[in-house]
C-alpha cells in the first residue's frame, strides 16, 4: 500500500530532476559542459556574469546579470560574445535562451537573437520569450 504526502519542499523538486536526469542520460549522446564567464572589480567582488551550458550542439544559456552600477559599459555583449565563441570550440551551432518582457529581450536581439516562442500572461499579466540565435 502506498501513502500520498504533501511535499512542497525544495529537496523533493531536487530529488525529481536528478531521478529525471538520470533517466534522460540513456537516450542522449552528448554530455552536459558548463561554462562562464565573469567581470570582477578591484576587491574581487563580482559585477557582472553569464552561465550556460553546451549540450550536444546547442548552447542554453541560464543566466546572464549586470549590476547597476555597470550597465551601459558594453560588459553584457562581451560576456555574451565570449560565451557564444567559448561554445562555438566546443561544437555549439545554435543558442536558446528565455528572457522575460521586462528584462532584457531588446539587447538580446541586438545580438542576434530571435524569439521562437512566447508565453503570455506570464506568470500572470507579463510576458516570456524563448529565444534562439545560430552560432
Not at 39 to 55: C, E, L, P
Not at 100 to 110: C, G, T, V, W
Given at each position: 500500500?502506498y501513502?500520498l504526502k504533501?511535499?512542497d519542499?525544495?529537496?523533493?523538486?531536487?530529488?525529481?530532476?536528478a531521478?529525471?536526469?538520470t533517466?534522460?542520460k540513456?537516450?542522449?549522446?552528448?554530455?552536459?559542459?558548463p561554462?562562464?564567464?565573469?567581470?570582477v572589480?578591484?576587491?574581487?567582488?563580482?559585477?557582472a556574469?553569464?552561465?550556460?551550458?553546451?549540450?550536444g550542439?546547442?548552447l542554453?544559456i541560464?543566466?546572464?546579470?549586470?549590476d547597476?552600477?555597470?550597465?551601459?559599459?558594453?560588459l553584457a555583449?562581451?560576456?555574451?560574445?565570449?560565451?557564444e565563441?567559448?561554445?562555438?570550440?566546443?561544437?555549439?551551432?545554435?543558442?536558446q535562451?528565455?528572457?522575460?518582457?521586462?528584462?532584457?529581450?531588446?539587447f538580446?536581439?541586438k545580438?542576434?537573437y530571435q524569439?521562437?516562442?512566447q508565453m503570455?500572461?506570464?506568470?500572470?499579466?507579463?510576458?516570456?520569450?524563448?529565444?534562439?540565435?545560430?552560432?
Amino acid at each position: 500500500m502506498y501513502q500520498l504526502k504533501s511535499d512542497d519542499s525544495v529537496e523533493l523538486s531536487d530529488e525529481l530532476r536528478a531521478h529525471i536526469v538520470t533517466y534522460n542520460k540513456q537516450y542522449f549522446n552528448a554530455e552536459r559542459i558548463p561554462l562562464g564567464f565573469k567581470f570582477v572589480d578591484k576587491k574581487r567582488v563580482m559585477v557582472a556574469g553569464i552561465s550556460g551550458q553546451v549540450f550536444g550542439n546547442w548552447l542554453l544559456i541560464n543566466w546572464l546579470w549586470c549590476d547597476d552600477s555597470v550597465r551601459g559599459r558594453g560588459l553584457a555583449s562581451r560576456l555574451l560574445n565570449e560565451l557564444e565563441s567559448k561554445a562555438t570550440a566546443l561544437g555549439a551551432n545554435i543558442a536558446q535562451l528565455d528572457t522575460l518582457d521586462f528584462q532584457a529581450k531588446p539587447f538580446y536581439e541586438k545580438n542576434g537573437y530571435q524569439v521562437k516562442y512566447q508565453m503570455a500572461n506570464y506568470p500572470l499579466d507579463g510576458c516570456r520569450y524563448f529565444m534562439e540565435k545560430s552560432l
